[in-house]
């Protein structure tokens, strides 16, 4: 997903999330009562302001949340692909300049070298 995308869709998230805050809900519901009066769904939130509260709380901490990851996102870098771009050189191609002396003498690859 583009990086533009995923930066609006977080920008909306955290302006969900920050109009459904809690804190809002003293100025918020009695908006929202007023525009719902008379309909069945204004009787149920006049009804049921404890769990408009307990939503508004979900949706606060979800939005705030999702947000933050969703704009996050677009500061990290892009990982480098684990696939080689270049063929790795095979083992017997490898120059050998360093051994162990009490493993096998320097120069020789194990490999190459006679089970006893």
């Known amino acids: 997903m583009s990086t533009k995308i995923r930066s609006i869709r977080g920008y909306v998230s955290t ?13 918020t519901l009695p908006i929202v009562l007023a525009l719902t009066a008379g309909t ?3 009787a149920w ?3 049921n302001t404890g769990l408009v509260f307990a939503l508004s ?5 979800g ?18 692909s684990l696939t080689p771009t270049e063929p790795r050189p095979k083992a017997e191609h490898l120059p050998l300049e360093k051994s162990c002396e ?5 120069g020789q690859s194990v490999t190459h070298r006679a089970r006893q």
């Open 15 to 27: 302006g969900v999330g920050i109009i459904a805050c809690p804190c809002h809900l003293a100025i």
């Open 40 to 42: 069945a769904f204004g």
């Open 57 to 61: 709380t979900v949706l606060f901490f």
């Open 45 to 47: 939130l006049s009804a």
């Open 102 to 106: 009490c493993c096998e003498p320097l």
């Open 63 to 80: 939005g705030i949340g999702l947000g933050s990851v969703w704009l996050s996102q677009d500061s990290k870098p892009k990982r480098q």
